[in-house]
């Protein structure tokens, strides 16, 4: 079991940052990979950015790709997702994710399925 816990939304002007922190508990030593999925209001779940909890194989969306970075703190058992030049279509809640299973990232790193562990999300309003 892994408990996730996210912080750091809040209410930016376009073209400003915000960084996002995930703290994980529980059988973190067994965590694979993590992952930042995000919802926008009527729309499906999607892909942000995942990485190994070694932190190798990092992975984008392509939408992010240059503006936003994954990163982690194993001392602090925290992954955060920093994200710079924010725009309006970048409004949703954002949650963070959790696998220990081996899964094979780079054909499952952005898939909602792979991950079984889920955080309550943050909300990040961008405003134009």
């Known amino acids: 079991q892994v408990e996730l816990v996210e912080s750091g939304g809040g209410l930016v002007q376009a073209g400003g940052s915000l960084r996002l922190s995930c703290v994980a508990s529980?059988?973190?030593?067994?965590?694979?990979?993590m992952a930042w999925f995000r919802q926008a209001p009527g729309k499906e779940r999607a892909f942000v950015a995942a990485?190994?909890?070694?932190?190798?194989?990092?992975y984008y969306a392509d939408s992010v790709k240059g503006r936003f970075t994954i990163s982690r703190d194993n001392a602090k058992n925290t992954v955060y997702l920093q994200m710079n030049t924010l725009r309006p279509e970048d409004t949703a809640v954002y949650y963070c994710?959790?696998?220990?299973?081996?899964?094979?990232?780079?054909?499952?790193?952005?898939?909602?399925?792979?991950?079984?562990?889920w955080g309550q999300g943050t909300q990040v309003t961008v405003s134009s």
């Open positions: 994710a959790a696998t220990l299973r081996l899964i094979a990232m780079i054909v499952r790193a952005d898939k909602a399925g792979s991950y079984d562990y």
């Open positions: 529980g059988r973190t030593s067994s965590t694979y990979a």
């Open positions: 990485m190994r909890w070694s932190g190798s194989s990092l």
